[in-house]
């Protein structure tokens, strides 16, 4: 992993893209993290990436986590069931 400024990314961005490939790149400002480089190996995981950081989606998956603290979720194999049952 390596750890660069802003302003070192602005004058030699394609090289730190490159070096994406490695690993990830942390991008700082005044010293703090304010971004990474990843690579992405494919549009699926491209898709993955964003929709893990899309707002809308972080609260449906916070409220899930919610629900399954307070009611305990659901069994693996009733959750399957129940999935079959609804598909015949």
């Known amino acids: 992993m390596k750890i660069v400024s802003v302003a070192e990314v602005k004058a030699r961005f394609s090289a730190y893209l490159k070096a994406s490939a490695e690993g990830p790149v942390v991008v700082t400002r005044h010293g703090k993290p304010v971004a990474v480089l990843l690579p992405v190996e494919d549009e699926e995981e491209l898709e993955r990436l964003i929709l893990v ?3 809308r989606f972080r609260t449906i998956l916070n409220t899930a986590r919610q629900q399954i603290r307070e009611t305990g979720g ?5 959750f399957w069931q129940k999935v079959e049952a609804e598909n015949t």
Do not use: Q
Not at 74 to 78: A, C, Q, S, Y
């Open 74 to 78: 659901v069994e693996h194999k009733e």
């Open 53 to 55: 950081y899309t707002p």
